[in-house]
């Protein structure tokens, strides 16, 4: 999928830049048109925005040459960001509640 703009909220959704649901997180796999996948990867450079907690101030992180999430916690360059993608569940991984992916 190919996207100027993605933000992971809450309630375990993805969404596209008009606030469209790109995707829907449903027990532990991402449906992206009608097809579930485990793990997702993200080229860059790319920027990450993290809203740890609803009404907080975002932190924003990188530029990163790629993101990808291993058991639902984020991965840039390589290096494990210990933040649980929303929808996910992680005991090793802080729960966050929303992600977005800036180009």
Sequence with gaps: MLATFVRFCADGRLRGPDNYVVAQCEEGLWQVSGRPHRELDCEGPVRVR???????????????????????VLHADDCCMHVCMPGRVSESATKCHEISFIP
Excluded: M
């Design 50 to 72: 993290i809203v740890s907690r609803d009404g907080e101030s975002a932190i924003q992180h990188g530029p990163f040459k790629q993101l990808h999430t291993v058991g639902g």
